[in-house]
Structures are given as structure tokens and as C-alpha cells.
């Protein structure tokens, strides 16, 4: 139990057009859902949570304009980078929890490459 | 966010051993320690998490000592196997979680 999918795997984008990625718990409703960004060889970075039915909280730094998150349903959740540039470049992670349980399920990832 | 602090950044074990990670947070808000463990390429999977009421916890080859005064909590890995070789991540949370620094574990035969 507790699968959180992601999709797509991987995307390559063009400078300048808007990527979106899409967050899923298949198997449980996850009234809460956080995007990670993760560069190589480091750590995550936590850039926004979401509650069903709320706007995001946005951390500090993370321009709220330029990833647009939605939270639309108990079991999806999207993170739209708008605008892409190269240096959005990164491996973008989603990870889901239920109401009350500190436990997060973490989906596999999205590869972004823009060109 | 308030910081983790893991080390070390990497760990070379040999097949059989025991590999120790360990971590020092900040935060006393902090209710729930996880650790995770990812594969390149790959999202992070929960290991195996520790609440600071209890100072110990294990799982199979996996244990999590915790040290409350000292705010200070380990990963201790029996029996070192090539398959454990990835990035370990430790964490504190409340409500939301903070990752550490990550710890590249490679087990060699």
C-alpha cells in the first residue's frame, strides 16, 4: 500500500514553455502533498505544500509565479513550472501523507531538462 | 527550515560490516525522525522512522539510536550488503520534514 506515482518519468522542454507534472496516490487519500527539488548529489529541498482544496504554502525563496501547484483532489496533485529556463533544470520529487499521519509516501521522481 | 546535520557525506563498508550514519537537528519542535533511503535516479523510500519518547528502535539489520538531550539520533546497519549501497538520507519533522545533508553508502564484496 501507500504507492505515490508521477508523471512523466522524464520530460525535455524548450526554454520559455511550461512543464507540468503530475503527483498521484493511488492507493490512500493524501490530504497533504509536498514538492521536493532535488539537484545532483544533494539533498531535497522542500518548495511547497499542499493541502486538498487550499492554496500551496510556498518556502521561502520559491517563487510561488513560477511553480504553480495545484492540489485539486484527495489523490493528484500538479506542479506546473511556467516559463521554464535551463536553470530550472532538476529532478522534482512529490511525496503525499494522509490526515494525521506524519509518515510521507514519496513518488519516483520527474527528470526536467530544459533546453 | 531548520537544519540537519548528517555525516558523513560518504561511507565505504565492507560486505559484513556494520555502516553508522549519524545526525544532530536543531529543532525541538521535532516529533518524528524518518530515514530514507534513494537509489540514483530514484524517489526516497522510507527505512525505518523513530519517535524522540523512545530511544531506540530496530528492524531486521536496520537500528535507529536516539538521544534525546543531545539531539542526536544514528542509523546503524548490520551486516553491510552491496545491495545496501545507496544515498541515505536522515530527516526531522513536524508537520512537515527537513531533510539532512545525505550520506552516499557503498558496500564492497
Known amino acids: 500500500g501507500a504507492v505515490v506515482s508521477q508523471h512523466p518519468s522524464r520530460v525535455i522542454c524548450k526554454s520559455g514553455t511550461s512543464v507540468k507534472i503530475e503527483c498521484r496516490s493511488l492507493?490512500?487519500?493524501?490530504?497533504?502533498m509536498f514538492w521536493y527539488r532535488q539537484f545532483p548529489k544533494q539533498s531535497l529541498m522542500l518548495m511547497a505544500t499542499s493541502n486538498e482544496g487550499s492554496k500551496a504554502t510556498y518556502e521561502q525563496g520559491v517563487e510561488k509565479d513560477k511553480f504553480l501547484i495545484n492540489h485539486a483532489s484527495l489523490t493528484l496533485s500538479t506542479l506546473t513550472v511556467t516559463s521554464a529556463h535551463p536553470e530550472d533544470s532538476s529532478f522534482y520529487i512529490c511525496?503525499?501523507?494522509?490526515?494525521?499521519?506524519?509518515?510521507?509516501?514519496f513518488g519516483p521522481g520527474t527528470r526536467l531538462t530544459v533546453t | 527550515q531548520q537544519q540537519v546535520k548528517q555525516s558523513p557525506q560518504s561511507l565505504i563498508v565492507q560486505k559484513g560490516g556494520i555502516s553508522i550514519i549519524n545526525c544532530a537537528y536543531e529543532?525541538?519542535?521535532?516529533?518524528?525522525f524518518p530515514w530514507y533511503q534513494q537509489f540514483p535516479g530514484k524517489g526516497p523510500a522510507l527505512l525505518i522512522a523513530?519517535?524522540?519518547?523512545?530511544s531506540e528502535k530496530k528492524e531486521g539489520r536496520f537500528t535507529i539510536s536516539f538521544n534525546k538531550s543531545a539531539k542526536q539520533f544514528s542509523l546503524h546497519i548490520m551486516d553491510s550488503q552491496p545491495g545496501d549501497s545507496a544515498t541515505y538520507f536522515c530527516?526531522?519533522?513536524?508537520?512537515?520534514?527537513?531533510f539532512g545533508t545525505g550520506t552516499k553508502l557503498q558496500v564492497i564484496p
Open positions: 530527516a526531522g519533522g513536524y508537520q512537515k520534514v527537513t
Open positions: 529543532n525541538t519542535a521535532f516529533d518524528y
Open positions: 523513530i519517535r524522540p519518547d523512545v
Open positions: 492507493d490512500f487519500q493524501a490530504t497533504t
Open positions: 511525496s503525499a501523507s494522509s490526515q494525521g499521519d506524519n509518515e510521507q509516501y
